[in-house]
């Protein structure tokens, strides 16, 4: 049965940081592509960033400079670190991943999500 699990949102002033993980079980981690995607209220899900297997990351255009994706593929975990955050990161924020390795298109598992919320 396949899992991810994201953690490490909250409550963050504007122009501070976070880092979220997602942890993965019951898949081949380090084949699959993994992305983080945020929704926020009245808006449509969309993508922040991805990163492929072999370490190809792609950026959403509102987070580049100040988000970074990683991923340990022996630990199955996927990491985001957001800095400088800005009141429009606010969403809750979804791991996904995606066996067919794309990026930008997302795959058919997704973690339960996790609130960031930028406020002072």
């Known amino acids: 049965q396949v899992q991810l699990v994201e953690s490490g949102g909250g409550l963050v002033q504007p122009g501070g940081s976070l880092r979220l993980s997602c942890g993965a079980s019951?898949?081949?981690?380090?084949?699959?592509?993994m992305s983080w995607y945020r929704q926020a209220p009245g808006k449509q899900r969309e993508l922040v960033a991805g990163i492929t297997g072999g370490g190809i990351t792609k950026y959403a255009d509102s987070v580049k400079g100040r988000f970074a994706i990683s991923r340990d593929n022996i630990k199955k975990t996927m990491y985001l670190q957001m800095n400088n955050l800005k009141p429009e990161d606010t969403a809750v924020y979804y791991c996904n991943a995606d066996r067919q390795r794309r990026l930008g298109v997302p795959g058919d598992y997704w973690g339960q999500g996790t609130q960031v919320t930028v406020s002072s």
């Open positions: 019951g898949i081949s981690f380090s084949i699959y592509s």
